[in-house]
């Protein structure tokens, strides 16, 4: 069987990336990426949504970036709070961590060559959140071309490498509904960035607002809502 | 002043590039990565070499590529000893670490992208080492193309980032004396894949069989030499 690298995070983008790769006849190895995220709560999701979507594999890989900081999800910033979807797309949120594609990608890379894989699974998304400029169709083909000429099996003319986002031009509703439809316990699932001291989503960062909206617009109800 | 992010590993090679970045008029951050490299010796030279060239900086970021696998840096596989400088650049060893340097130069822009530097500095190397894909012009082409997409600065129509690579065209000898004519401390830095448990370079591995020849070649004396 052919194998896929899945990147998860934990989140209902990547649970939902992960079962369209299972779903497309791969044997997918989910990787996941301690960045140190201020929503480490989001790792143990990754693990208990490998497992239900049936992954032969999870790994967590640990990375410091808050070595090199920039972003309120790896230093003591404040999380931007009660932002409406209409105003998310118009700039980048602190909540951006540089570079951070760029780098999960090249380590889902390097694991992929490990295993003899060629396809990468990623969950960006453009049309709900354009705001990070790492998750756009542009970057993705460049990460795709970089891959191409990275690699040993570039220098060796072996298969290429894919970068697959099978969710980049869907509404975080349509999100909602194929995980339905493919069978992912959506309530495994973790979005927020700031969870209270007690454990729970906070319901107001972007993470918990779009989450919210694709739900409701889905007409789905979510297990893990704040107070569900 | 201009800053640059360079990349550090502590060898040979990234010492010269630091020199060389800091007298093209750059402030110089450097950065280094603890990717679990059984030569972890490396980091600490790092640290010394980037005090000696003037570094206004030096930052490690740990990395933990163990958990990957597929190199004979970051697993107990043997690495391979007593090759010659030709027979090198054939096949790609089994000391490549899958897309270390995709990851590395991540990690770079994103530092970057905090400090607001657009100039990224890497030692690779395609003439005396022609071995790793991850060396190569097209490599560094292609990841200065992602560079300028995947940030904040692409979005924003910023200055476009450079990936600067001066040594890659250089031979082994033309390192050594450029880092002679630049002052840098060439017995501070450390090559070896393979350190002895007293801590010493193996003198066989790829890394000190080329360090020796370009010394050689140079008609340099390494007062890192085995038995120096």
Redesign the interface.
Known sequence: MRRAVVLLSGGLDSAVTLAVARSAGFEVHA?SVDYGQRHARELDSARRVAAQVGAADH???????R????SALTAPTAVPKDRSVAKMGTS?PAT????????LL??A??????LGAFDLYFGANALDYAGY??C?P??LQ??E???N????A???NLTRFRVHAPLLQLTKAQIVREGVRLGVDLGLTWSCYDPTPAGAPCGRCDACVLRAAGFAAANVHDPAAPGA
């Not at 951006?96 to 780098?103: G, K, L, M, Q």
């Open positions: 990787l790994r967590t890989v640990a990375l410091d970036l070595v090199i900081g920039g980048i951006y961590v540089p570079a951070r594609n760029t780098i090249g380590i890379l390097g694991y992929a060559e490990t400029p790492d756009r542009e970057f460049a990460f071309a970089l891959a000429v990275a690699t040993r570039s220098v060796e």
